[in-house]
């Protein structure tokens, strides 16, 4: 599979943002196409929103490494909550 990431300079702010393509990124979760294209339509997952040039979908992987360490943290959270409560 040919590798679709792209390294952009176009933000001053973030010089070294690294971006993917839908397919690419799918890949790089361990997901499918179709998967990819329900995480980014449901509002309540929040996923970060692609940016559209010429009609081609990019993802900034930064802020899906940070959307899914987020998602880490929030969950560990829960099951933590949840545990003290069956022992109390």
Sequence with gaps: MKKQLMESTAPADRPNARWARNTA???YLGITVMGLWK???DPELAFPQPTVINR???TDLD???TWMRARVVDLTKQRIARRRK???
């Design 25 to 27: 990124l799918a890949h």
């Design 56 to 58: 081609t979908c990019y």
């Design 63 to 65: 802020e899906v490494d």
């Design 39 to 41: 995480w980014q339509h």
């Design 86 to 88: 069956a022992a109390a």
